[in-house]
């Protein structure tokens, strides 16, 4: 069993900073591409950024520049930290992994349950 949990978000004021946090633990032998996407109601959940294992990475044209991803690969963490934060930003954030399995060394893709984040005066 394979599980990914996002912490961090929350409320802030545009122009603020945020640094979402995701963990992933379980019967885990090999993490490769992580990613965060995020999702508003009523809209297609889209991709923000991914990062490869040996850390190779694609930002979604709205948040070049203001945002960062980062990894830890001996806590088997993913970072993003958030600058600049506008009102088009508010969504639930989730983060993704293709992680194989020790319980059967087969690779699946996974996700975790989301986190809000709301930019708001």
């Known amino acids: 069993q394979v599980q990914l949990v996002e912490s961090g978000g929350g409320l802030v004021q545009p122009g603020g900073s945020l640094r979402l946090s995701c963990a992933a633990s379980?019967?885990?032998?090999?993490?490769?591409?992580m990613a965060w996407y995020r999702q508003v109601p009523g809209k297609e959940r889209e991709l923000v950024v991914s990062?490869?294992?040996?850390?190779?990475?694609k930002y979604a044209d709205s948040v070049k520049g203001r945002f960062t991803i980062s990894r830890d690969k001996a806590r088997k963490m993913v970072f993003l930290q958030m600058n600049s934060l506008k009102s088009e930003d508010t969504a639930v954030y989730y983060c993704?992994?293709?992680?194989?399995?020790?319980?059967?060394?087969?690779?699946?893709?996974?996700w975790g349950q989301g986190t809000q984040v709301t930019v708001s005066s």
């Open positions: 993704n992994a293709d992680i194989r399995s020790t319980t059967d060394y087969v690779l699946r893709n996974s």
């Open positions: 990062i490869t294992n040996v850390g190779s990475t």
């Open positions: 379980g019967t885990i032998d090999s993490i490769y591409t």
